[in-house]
């Protein structure tokens, strides 16, 4: 025997049914996947940034070159400076320490007015970076000083020492101009 098909009663519980996977119904285009854009935008801003990136580096190397290029000019301007000042200014200046020479010996004689332009002229030496080498009684010191004579030494202690300043003796910056020229205390 057979058993016969079962009907559905209203009572019956409703039978879930399989149905398979629907279509995007035909009409206006389908919704993108959002998770997709998402990561185009990433990728898109991942290339921005490496290109970014790369012209800051580019950039950077460029700003260095040309820092180093500034300062090699900065350095060749200096050494001309330098030039330019040996050869125009440091002779003008020594003519003036001659003429200071001049003045101090005429000075001798107490004339305020002599003096007083041994003093402006001693100030513009100082203005350009002409200065006289301070007058010391100390032992004698080759880097600055000309031995140009010689006096008897008094005792032992005094021998090698500077007994006075013939001439006095200039320095711009660091360079001398000219030495103090000395007499030196010597033995017998």
């Known amino acids: ?5 079962h009907v559905p009663q209203p009572e019956d519980p409703p039978v879930p049914q399989l149905m ?16 997709a854009v998402v990561a185009d935008a990433v990728d898109g801003m ?15 190397l460029n700003d260095r070159e040309v820092r180093r290029s500034l300062d ?8 001309a400076h330098q030039a330019a000042e040996g050869r125009v200014v440091q002779p003008l200046l020594y003519d003036l320490v001659l003429l200071v020479d001049r003045i101090e010996r005429h000075a001798a004689q107490d004339d305020a007015f002599v003096g007083s332009v041994a ?13 006289r080498i301070p007058v010391a ?20 202690e005094q021998s090698g020492e500077v ?4 001439r ?20 017998r």
């Open 72 to 79: 090699g000019l900065l350095t060749e301007l200096d050494h």
């Open 168 to 187: 006095h003796g200039y320095r711009m910056d660091a360079r001398i101009v000219r030495p103090q020229q000395v007499r030196v205390y010597t033995e």
């Open 137 to 156: 009684r100390s032992p004698f010191d080759p880097e600055t000083q000309e031995a140009v004579g010689a006096l008897t030494a008094l005792s032992p």
């Open 46 to 60: 991942r290339d921005e940034l490496a290109a970014l990136g790369d012209q800051f580096r580019r950039r950077l």
């Open 163 to 166: 007994a006075e300043v013939v």
């Open 1 to 5: 025997m057979t058993t016969p098909p």
């Open 20 to 35: 398979e996977p629907a279509e995007p119904p035909p009409g206006p285009a389908a919704q993108p996947d959002p998770f």
């Open 119 to 131: 003093a402006e002229l001693l100030a513009v030496l100082e203005k350009y970076g002409m200065t």
